[in-house]
Structure formats: structure tokens, C-alpha cells
């Protein structure tokens, strides 16, 4: 058996088509271009190269970018003036401040310090909450982006069993409750595993889709998957230049689906965050004048 692949960058490449189709269609009527903002703290090289993808991106499809450098041993207070600038900026309509923060700041204080109408990543607690309770709020990118991947490609969720490897804010814990909603479509029975759990292969090995957030290199092996289940690898690592996913390469002689080591989830991620930027600008339109009668 030879997995059919969850070609991300082929779906990612039609969210955007689509999207610069409706941003040329919204500037024909006299509309802003939708603003996208990005703090970054330090130099970390993996940061620094995921969100020079998403300027690029911006670029690609219509959407003004605004980016934020901030030196590795900037004050919390010094970040708290930058969300309040990008708060208060009406040409931001979504931002957001890539993690993980160096340790010396608050991360936590400083993801509620975003104005939740502007929470391109969907992590603002309050936004969260929404989620919890089933009301609409913007769903964080890497999970949406995933649930996007199993639907465009029929990849059977719903009754099925899920299981995702990682319990982290921005994967695991909300991807979790994505999938076991019944709104979102997915409606499948959930188990959430780490790599501290006993015998880990005793819990992948029931799973009919595999999702590993893990962020440890090659550690879902063919041993640890059942035959013909989909197996999403949305954990990286960079080895070097080289970008090495959870799932070892050698899965894809036992899954029935699997995602490539490039082009995976993460060009949908960044579709995503697009997706959710655009959102935000309709959402912050003022309402249309009514002609009048």
C-alpha cells in the first residue's frame, strides 16, 4: 500500500486564488485592501523564515502587510506598546505576534492583550471560549487548516476514531475540540496523547486518522499506525536547513493518506491565517448605505 498524499500546497493554492479573486472583486467597489500585522521577537531563524512566507503570501493575493521586529530582550511593556499600536491601527484589521515568545515574557498576558475582533490565529482567550461554547469565533489556523485538508481530500472523520499526539494552544488542544464538534462536521470520537503516555503506540494504533503536533522528529513510525488510516504530520522540526516532520517517511507505505514532509499543513496554515484576515475586514466594514427611496 502507497498513501494517497494530502497535497496542502495544491488545496493552499486554491484558498488563495479565491481569496485574491474576492479581494479584486471588494476593491472594485471602492474597498480597502484587508491589513495584516506580525510582531516578531528576536532572531530565531524558523520564525524569521515562516513569517517572511506569510508577507510573501500577503503579496501574492492582495493583502497589506505590516510587520513589527522587535529585538530578543524587548520589555513586556515595549510589546504591550506594539499590540496597542496595531489595536488601534483601522488599516490592521488581523494580526499576530508569532510564538513562542522568548521566556522572559508573558505569553499568556500578551495573546489577551490583542484586540479579539483582531486575533488572526484565533488565540485570544475569549475567542477560545467562543469556541468551547460553539459560537463563532475565528478558528486558529493550524487546526482549521487540517480539518480543511481531511474534507477537501474524503478523508472519513466523522464516527471515526482521532487521534492527536500533542496538547499544545496553538494544535492539540483546540484541534481536539474542532473535532469532536458536531458543527464543524467533523463529529469523531477524540483522544488526546503526548509523548509522556505510556506505550504511545498502544493509542495510535486504534486511530483511523493520526494527527501528530508533537514537534519530535520521525515519531510516528509504520509500527505505530493502522493500516490504511490518514496520518497528518502538523509537528516540525528544522534539522539544519532541512525541515524534518513527526511522521518518519516510512508511513507512507502503511497509511491509506498522509501528508508530504513539504507541502503539508503548512501552506494551509498560512492559507488560513489569510482566510481569517480577510474575515476580519468584513467583519469590521461599516455596514453598506441602504439607497436612497
Request: glycine share 8%; proline share 9%; net charge negative.
Amino acid at each position: 500500500m502507497t498513501a494517497a498524499l494530502l497535497d496542502g500546497q495544491a488545496l493552499a493554492d486554491q484558498f488563495k486564488d479565491a481569496i485574491r479573486t474576492e479581494i479584486e472583486s471588494a476593491a472594485a467597489s471602492g474597498a480597502p485592501p484587508p491589513g495584516l500585522g506580525t510582531i516578531l521577537v528576536g532572531d530565531d531563524p524558523a520564525s524569521h523564515s515562516y513569517v517572511g512566507a506569510k508577507i510573501r503570501d500577503c503579496a501574492e493575493v492582495g493583502i497589506a502587510s505590516v510587520h513589527r521586529p522587535l529585538p530578543a530582550d524587548v520589555s513586556q511593556a515595549q510589546l504591550d506598546d506594539e499590540i496597542a499600536a496595531l489595536n488601534a491601527d483601522p488599516a490592521v484589521h488581523a494580526y499576530i505576534v508569532q510564538l513562542p515568545l522568548p521566556s522572559h515574557l508573558d505569553e499568556p498576558a500578551t495573546l489577551a492583550a490583542v484586540d479579539p475582533a483582531k486575533d488572526a490565529d484565533g488565540l485570544h482567550p475569549l475567542n477560545l471560549g467562543r469556541l468551547v461554547m460553539g459560537a463563532p469565533a475565528p478558528l486558529p489556523c493550524t487546526p482549521r487548516a487540517i480539518l480543511e485538508m481531511l474534507a477537501h481530500y474524503d478523508v472519513p472523520v466523522e464516527g471515526r476514531h482521532v487521534v492527536v499526539i500533542g496538547r499544545g494552544l496553538t494544535i492539540g488542544r483546540p484541534l481536539a475540540l474542532l473535532l469532536a464538534l458536531r458543527r464543524t462536521g467533523a463529529n469523531a470520537a477524540v483522544t488526546v496523547v503526548h509523548t509522556g503516555v505510556a506505550d504511545l503506540a498502544e493509542h495510535t494504533r486504534r486511530a483511523d486518522v493520526l494527527v501528530a503536533a508533537a514537534g519530535k522528529p520521525g515519531l510516528v513510525t509504520p509500527e505505530m499506525v493502522k493500516p490504511g488510516a490518514a496520518v497528518v504530520g502538523a509537528g516540525i522540526t528544522r534539522d539544519g536547513r532541512r525541515i524534518v516532520s513527526d511522521v518518519d517517511e516510512s508511513v507512507a507505505e502503511v497509511a491509506g493518506w498522509i501528508t508530504p514532509r513539504l507541502g503539508g499543513v503548512g501552506p494551509m496554515t498560512r492559507a488560513m491565517l489569510l482566510r481569517n484576515t480577510v474575515d476580519a475586514a468584513a467583519a469590521a466594514a461599516p455596514p453598506a448605505e441602504k439607497p436612497p427611496r
